[in-house]
């Protein structure tokens, strides 16, 4: 099982961004999915990933990280095993590589291979 991500890119602060993360095959057995995110240069090392937000597969409960919440919706499609970020109003401060993840009852964590997003003052 992979995830690819897609979406990321270059966006002016105050506009909008939607990332998008899908897995490459459809599974049940999932806990949540969700995104980090953390600073460019930094991907090889673990340390330093700030949870974004996830979502619970179950219920479709969310949670966010650093009070995203306001400007940040995760959102899922459990028939295509995807989950995507909605950046509304993003932030200079909101530059990182986005990471997506997915937490299985059978594969552990996987990790999506990562997009940038860079947004401009």
């Known amino acids: 099982l992979q995830l690819e991500e897609s979406g990321g890119g270059l966006v002016q602060a105050g506009g909008s961004l939607k990332l998008s993360c899908a897995a490459s095959?459809?599974?049940?057995?999932?806990?949540?999915m969700g995104w980090f995110r953390q600073a460019p240069g930094k991907e090889r090392s673990f340390v330093g990933r700030?949870?974004?937000?996830?979502?619970?597969?179950?219920?479709?409960?969310?949670h966010y990280g650093d009070s995203l919440g306001g400007r940040f919706t995760i959102s899922r499609d459990n028939d295509k095993t995807a989950v995507y970020l909605q950046m509304n109003n993003p932030k200079p401060e909101d530059t990182a590589v986005y990471f997506c993840?997915?937490?299985?009852?059978?594969?552990?964590?996987?990790w999506g291979q990562g997009t940038l997003v860079s947004v401009a003052a």
């Open positions: 700030k949870l974004v937000a996830r979502i619970h597969w179950n219920d479709g409960s969310a």
């Open positions: 993840y997915l937490d299985s009852t059978v594969w552990g964590r996987i």
């Open positions: 095959e459809r599974t049940n057995e999932i806990q949540d």
